[in-house]
């Protein structure tokens, strides 16, 4: 994906080497980076992941499973190396562990030492890892659900500046989950070229939107956090414009009232900084209204009219 970030962390998370792919499909495309893990540890991750996937998922990783011999040698993760110090200062004997993390008991000694691999840098590495995985799980309360649909959302979600959060993509399966978390409707969109296929999309806006985002977006990479700012900036706009609107509204009742009361529209020109022709007119358009009590408009405002509320509200 592009999103230089988002790619690192997985890489971190998955403890395998992030590289730049420098060839681009064309000129103006964005950098592509790329983190892969392979042998044993490639189906260790897909083993893990494989509840969690879609159907075509799901099918990908039996076959890739299937179609390689494995050897049996084993790396262990650094995550796992910092818990086998822990454990054999507690009192676990080599076998115990090899026996645990796949691997031979000679070379549990040899991690230990850091023969293999310096002990400094994997204790760095595994407080690093350690800090991620807490910064993910704080972001969506633990919730693995809430954690799969940040996945979702960071690479195949976009969030607008007017607070809509919209997902698509071809997986009817995968989309269906997404639809029912995100409490949107389902639907299906036609193929834009011969050889693609159907996708499937669901978007919600308004506060389901801003709420569902505001629940996942620790998860989320630095590019889909500048669009949660941009949204929140949109809404503060939005509310400015509102009280704007309110204290507008207050200012022409309050003039309203004290034409009605017997004020002068010269004075009352002079101290809201407009023309008396402007007071007339307020005074005439809020009439009614400010001889009403709040909440009574549409009855008071009839009776004042010597209509019924129908012809009134016209």
């Given amino acids: 994906m592009t999103d230089e970030d988002v790619v690192r962390r997985a890489a971190l998370l998955l403890e395998a080497g992030c590289q730049v792919v420098a060839n681009r499909p064309r000129p103006h495309y964005k950098t592509i980076y790329v983190t892969r893990v392979r042998g044993r540890r490639a189906v260790e991750v897909m083993e893990a992941l494989y509840p969690l996937m879609g159907a075509r998922r799901q099918r990908q990783i039996t076959a890739a499973i299937e179609a390689r011999s494995l050897m049996s040698y084993r790396v262990p993760y650094v995550t796992e190396i910092a818990t086998m110090i ?9 076998q115990v562990l090899a026996a645990q993390y ?18 400094d840098g994997v204790l760095s590495k595994a407080a690093e890892i ?14 693995p659900g809430l954690a799969w649909l940040a996945g979702i959302i960071e690479g195949e979600g976009s969030i607008y500046p007017n607070g809509m959060l919209r997902v698509s993509m071809t997986d009817e399966d995968v989309m269906h989950r997404v639809a029912a978390m995100l409490g949107g409707n389902l639907r299906s969109r036609p193929p834009r070229r011969a050889k693609w296929s159907p996708s499937w999309e669901v978007a ?69 900084n407009m023309t008396h022709q402007n007071v007339y007119s307020i005074g005439k358009k809020y009439r009614n209204t400010a001889a009403c009590p709040s909440g ?15 012809a009134a509200s016209r």
């Fill in 204 to 272: 919600v806006a308004g506060r389901r939107g801003e709420q569902v985002v505001a629940q996942i977006q620790g998860a989320l990479g630095e590019r889909r956090l500048e669009q949660v700012e941009t949204m929140r900036a949109m809404r503060a706009a939005r509310n400015g414009h509102d009280v704007a609107a309110l204290a507008r509204r207050s200012r022409n009742l309050e003039i309203a009232r004290r034409l009605a009361g017997g004020e002068s529209g010269l004075v009352l020109a002079r101290e809201y």
């Fill in 130 to 143: 350690a800090a991620a995985e807490e910064l993910i799980a704080t972001a969506t309360g633990g919730d």
């Fill in 102 to 119: 796949g691997v031979h008991p000679k070379s549990i000694d040899r991690l230990l030492r850091g023969s293999s691999r310096p002990l």
């Fill in 86 to 94: 822990e454990l054999k200062a507690a009192g676990t004997s080599r």
């Fill in 296 to 310: 009574e408009e549409s009855a008071c405002k009839a009776d004042h009219a010597g209509s019924s509320p129908a």
